[in-house]
């Protein structure tokens, strides 16, 4: 019997090699293709929930308070998984078990009648995103050559976001194909949409199972939560400070489509302006996608710390733009396509360097999946407090001082993360 496979079974696990066979080997692609499926599940809801939030006629404030619960809980799980993967000496079942979760929570949306069982279903997904998110970042850092991770962290983002131009592009054409039931029941394209998510869903947990290997350590039970906390370096923790003051404007991108879908419903009705939205979110993960590998690149050959203020900045940028069409009589469609470009460029720069930045000022690989937890919870409180001001804002204020206020933030991050050396 072959060494690598079992009689029944996935192939065995064992440490990838990262030499000779390079940066682009099993595991980064098999990363890759597991966070396609699984971006095309989340994607395919994501893009089409504000819309039907906005046939429940659920309040505004309602997708801020999912989004943020969702991504606080996230975050704190994320916390604790990856120093228990550290602890325990392996990380892939338990991944695996995440990537389930969230790829078979979304379909309960399709059974809500309010906003509730959307907040419930929303909050298990995000856990299950908790779980995996730490530990596969320290399995992707530890499966190529230091020289290469920024490489290897932005083909991962690439494949994660092509599935997060798949994901709209989808739900947009179901909405379109089943526009005509809207008329008797404005809310029956959307749950269509949430049951097809159980199909990639699925799927990227089969495809982590089978295809990624892990690098097995030994067990540490002495390990200490707080003392894998505490000897983290000081530079890690100075840029985890830019990181979060940026998170803490980083709004959800729902909040991105819902804003879009209320400026353009004037012009052409919810529906339309539904399916324009989630037609621009795909356009924002397009750019996601073709920008991701690029900055992991030359990040590589120039340094992370000032690409990644500059991706700060320009998501402060895209802030302000909305805030501003907020204010504009008619919002123009080229005005939003702009501003979902800098979004995607924005997202690429933090998604693809945050990781790669980690892993660098984090070199002992024995707390690196605790340390991507911490991030993981820093991101996650910052996200919990951005989505939900801004819900606020925009419901109790304006959409303007929403906006506002996420850009200023978005700021005051990027100036902290330039301190850092």
Do not use: C
């Not at 496979?5 to 080997?25: A, C, E, I, T």
């Not at 976001?161 to 809310?187: K, N, R, S």
């Not at 370096?233 to 991108?253: E, Q």
């Not at 402060?316 to 005005?335: K, N, S, T, Y």
């Amino acid at each position: 019997m072959d060494e690598d496979v079992q009689k029944d079974g996935p192939p065995l696990d064992r440490p990838p090699s990262v030499h000779p066979g390079g940066w682009l080997n099993r595991n980064v692609l098999g990363m890759g293709l597991t966070s396609l499926l699984s971006d095309t599940g989340h994607e395919m809801a994501t893009a089409v929930l504000p819309g039907f939030l906005e046939a429940l006629a659920a309040p505004t404030y309602a997708l801020g308070v999912i989004e943020g619960f969702a991504d606080a809980l996230s975050s704190f799980v994320k916390l604790g998984a990856g120093w228990w993967g550290d602890r325990l000496g392996h990380r892939k079942g338990i991944a695996t078990a995440g990537y389930a979760l969230t790829g078979t929570m979304k379909a309960v949306f399709a059974f809500a009648v309010g906003w509730p069982l959307i907040f419930l279903g929303r909050a298990l997904a995000w856990f299950g995103r908790g779980i995996r998110g730490p530990l596969r970042d320290a399995m992707l850092a530890e499966s190529v050559a230091s020289r290469d991770r920024g490489k290897a962290f932005g083909f991962h983002r690439a494949g994660d976001t092509l599935g997060a131009i798949i994901g709209p592009l989808l739900g947009a054409a179901v909405l379109h194909w089943l526009e005509p039931y809207a008329a008797a029941d404005p809310t029956r394209p959307y749950r269509l949409v949430f049951l097809l998510t159980l199909i990639p869903g699925v799927g990227s947990a089969l495809a982590f199972a089978w295809l990624v290997r892990e690098k097995r350590r030994t067990p540490n039970h002495q390990l200490r939560f707080w003392a894998s906390v505490k000897a983290l370096p000081v530079d890690f923790r100075r840029f985890l400070a830019g990181a979060g003051v940026f998170g803490v404007g980083d709004f959800s991108a729902t909040l991105l489509i819902l804003a879009a879908t209320q400026l353009l419903t004037p012009q052409v009705g919810i529906v339309e302006a539904a399916q324009a939205a989630a037609l621009l979110y795909a356009l924002r993960n397009a750019v996601y996608a073709a920008a991701s590998y690029p900055i992991g690149a030359v990040s590589d050959h120039y340094g992370r710390r000032g690409l990644l203020a500059l991706g700060y900045v320009v998501g402060a940028v895209m802030a302000a733009g909305i805030a501003a069409l907020f204010l504009l009589p008619v919002a123009g469609l080229i005005l939003l396509t702009i501003l979902f470009v800098l979004s995607g460029i924005s997202i690429a720069a933090v998604d693809a360097l945050e990781g790669a930045m980690t892993a660098d000022l984090v070199p002992d690989e024995s707390i690196r999946g605790t340390a991507f937890g911490v991030l993981g919870t820093v991101n996650g409180i910052g996200d919990f407090i951005s989505s939900t001001v801004v819900g606020f804002l925009w419901w109790g204020i304006s959409p303007v001082a929403g906006f506002a206020y996420a850009a200023v933030l978005m700021l005051v991050g990027a100036g902290l993360l330039h301190r850092v050396r």
